[in-house]
């Protein structure tokens, strides 16, 4: 089984359940059928150019469908971002050169007046009345491209956008396949889960976490549209899912419903995600009965991190092998191991926080599409850079330290923005934070938040400046200057938070923002239109408006 059009031929004659909406079930045998007839409708279809399918549609069952045409075609799906827009959106799907586009007439609004490189007659609209019949005359018994190998380009993926304009990683046919393995394994996914798909399916989270298990393993896939917190738990129930995956803001969102005292009667076990905080994880399993396993990995790369029991809270696991290091990224040494303080600090940031390395990943690392500046970016001297930061304990557990760009300058101390932004999430009424730095009218950076809260909720109610003070781990200069308050933050299409966008947007924002001079203890107050040209002033007189966010 080294290719996912080999795992997808294994279910042919497999008669449970493979495949569900809130409509109908499919068992595996007939997503099989229905993956084929896509498959020669995309081959009777192809042009000379690369055999790329541009997919805009919600998680609904014709995504998955044509997840299996292509393996079993030897295409590659593209997955556009459907909260991308305009340009933007433009730009992207024109650069992965798609010769068809499956879609619905909501898709094709969206793509409308957009010159992305594909005429209108090469549209698939799943919701048009002659679609069916088109599919069902490309009907026949199912069968692999005998051109496939494990080296076949299935899945172009966009990043995830958090940190810049994303880039569309390869992902092999070979490598998802191995990634369904490994990950059935690690998550625990069996032939008897339904795991059910809040994330989109444009995402290597959906893909990589839950479907390919899910195929490997023959477990059922149940769908929803999107992500929606007063849905999940009725979903849950409706489908008997046992297993999903996450992004840390979708836990947060449903730990935001009004608790009920039959949230513990559902069937979920475990679940699969990323930056969810341990006191989400641990009051997720309280309300739920649930356990979130948290875990590190991306679009490029995966396999990096071993998961260990005896793993503190905060900690990702320890390194798959003896190749996955922390180094300085200037003089390529293996950073110190972190000291500790006893409330999990790193004391020694200059010494301890580097990126995470792989010294054998470049070889698995399968590049971006038609970007070599950003292949280089990823790889240097021969090793796999992920562009995270991280720091290893003595015991040998690796932690996550954020970004590149996530630890902030303050009067020549460097302040971790992962922290800050942890302390900021336990608070109850904080549904999620970002936290990066804005430039000093005079020398340096200042601390920034900003915070979702949700509908209805007052920042005044928050007691920022309470709760602050109660926390013990947070340094005297890690108390933000700066606080954006919303009830939506600004995310990507994968659910997190668009720290760029943020970032880039500072205090000059619509929504409110409050500021702490920074003397004394911390005293948010309003930001008023007046103040920020006051600011501005400041940044002028100081000769940095060039810095200006």
Known sequence: MHTVADLLLARLGDH??????????????????????????????????????????????EYVLWLGGAALAGATVVGINPTRRGAALEREVRHTDPQLVVTDRAGLRLLDGLDIGVPRERFLLIDDDAYADLVARHAREPERDPGITPKTQLLLLFTSGTTGEPKAARCSQGRLARLGRANSAKYDVKRTDVCYCPMPLFHGNALMALWAPALTAGACVALTPRFSASRFLDDVRLYGATFFTYVGKAIAYILATPERPDDADNTLTHAFGTEASPQDRAEFRRRFGCTLIEGYGSSESAGMIARDPQAPPTA??????????????????????????????????????????????????????????????????????????????RDGFLYFAGRSGDWIRVDSENISALHIRSVLRRHPRIIDAAVFGVPDPRSGDQVMAAIEIPP??????????????????????????????????????????AGRRLQAEGWRTADPVYRWAGRGAPDYRPMTEADKAALREEFAANGRLRFLP
């Open 16 to 61: 449970r359940p493979g495949l569900r909406s809130r409509e109908r079930t499919w068992t595996w045998d007939e997503v099989v059928r229905e993956s084929a007839a896509r498959a020669a409708l995309a081959r009777a279809l192809r042009v000379d150019g690369p055999f790329h399918i541009g997919v805009l549609l919600e998680n609904v069952p």
């Open 316 to 393: 990702l696991g320890r390194p798959a092998h003896d190749g996955v290091r922390v180094v300085d990224p200037d003089t390529l040494r293996t950073c110190a191991p972190a000291v500790l303080d006893e409330h999990g600090r790193v004391l020694n940031p200059e010494q301890a926080v580097g990126e995470i390395v792989d010294v054998h990943g470049a070889a698995e690392f399968e590049g971006y599409y038609k970007n070599p500046r950003a292949e280089a970016e990823r790889v240097r001297h021969g090793w796999y850079w992920t562009g995270d930061l991280g720091y290893l304990d």
């Open 456 to 497: 209805g909720v007052a920042f005044e109610e928050l007691d920022l400046p309470g709760f602050l003070a109660a926390q013990e781990d947070l340094g005297t200069k890690g108390a933000p200057r700066f606080v954006r308050v919303s009830h939506r933050l600004p995310a990507t299409g994968s659910g997190k938070l």
